[in-house]
């Protein structure tokens, strides 16, 4: 079965430094998503991106952060001057286009900030 | 706005016996609601999913829950928990439309599962 593969698997990074969070998506499928889930906290939505333009994104997702779709296939989160509080599970999703098609979740990058 | 309370922060069951995962959703509209299971260090799965039609719906590894309107609710059951069935349970929600083409979810806080042989 197809599946979204997210890499790295960690990441470790010094406060104020650029991380880029990649993820392949499953490759037929058009709506794309990003979450986090600090540790012992739930899961919020970051951004979703569609038609290659970004068409929500939560009051988490600040001017640090952005998406990309470089190539057709890759899908990565850049967050341009890392805190301490970004550290975080960030999992990436896609799913195939209308809402009773689910979302499908990567393994997630853990990030965490020193 | 949208919210999910799961009121149960952990639940711990002996195998064998039944559970049930209390799920209450706040929504302008019926959503699309959704059941996910997390695995310590790995990414949410699907259990299961409602969008319309029969308010009870089966899922992946012999769960089902039941969509109740009038209670705002969406309980996961399984009559029969097995010792890999541990894990946290994620009941989450999302609009069944959207103009700006998101359907993102939005997720409860989670019901840690724990199994005693």
């Known amino acids: 079965e197809p599946e979204v593969t997210q890499t790295p698997s960690h990441q470790v990074t010094q406060m104020g430094q650029e991380v880029i969070l990649r993820c392949v998506p499953i490759?037929?499928?058009?709506?794309f998503y990003w979450y986090r889930q600090i540790l012992g906290q739930k899961v919020e939505f970051l951004v979703s991106?569609?038609?290659?333009?970004?068409?929500?994104k939560s009051e988490i997702f600040d001017d640090q952060f952005s998406v990309e779709r470089p190539d057709g296939s890759n899908f990565t989160l850049k967050i341009r001057s890392t805190k301490l509080e970004d550290s975080a599970m960030y999992f990436c999703?896609?799913?195939?286009?209308?809402?009773?098609?689910?979302?499908?979740f990567g393994d997630g990058t853990r990030l965490s900030i020193l | 706005a949208q919210s999910v309370t799961q009121p149960d922060i952990h639940i711990t069951v002996s195998e064998g016996a039944s559970l049930e995962l209390r799920c209450n959703y706040s929504?302008?509209?019926?959503?699309?609601l959704f059941w996910y299971v997390q695995s310590p260090g790995q990414g949410l799965q699907l259990l299961l999913k409602?969008?319309?039609?029969?308010?009870l719906v089966q899922g992946i590894k012999g769960f089902e829950a039941e969509f109740k309107r009038s209670q705002s609710s969406f309980n996961l059951r399984k009559p029969s928990v097995h010792w890999s069935d541990a894990a946290e349970y994620f009941c989450?929600?999302?609009?069944?439309?959207?103009?700006?083409?998101?359907?993102?979810?939005?997720f409860g806080k989670g019901t840690k599962l724990s199994v005693i042989p």
């Open positions: 999703a896609s799913s195939e286009g209308t809402p009773n098609q689910p979302q499908h």
């Open positions: 490759s037929n499928h058009l709506y």
């Open positions: 991106f569609y038609n290659n333009e970004i068409s929500e």
């Open positions: 929504y302008g509209a019926t959503p699309y």
């Open positions: 409602y969008f319309s039609g029969d308010t």
């Open positions: 989450a929600v999302s609009p069944a439309y959207s103009g700006a083409g998101s359907y993102q979810l939005t």
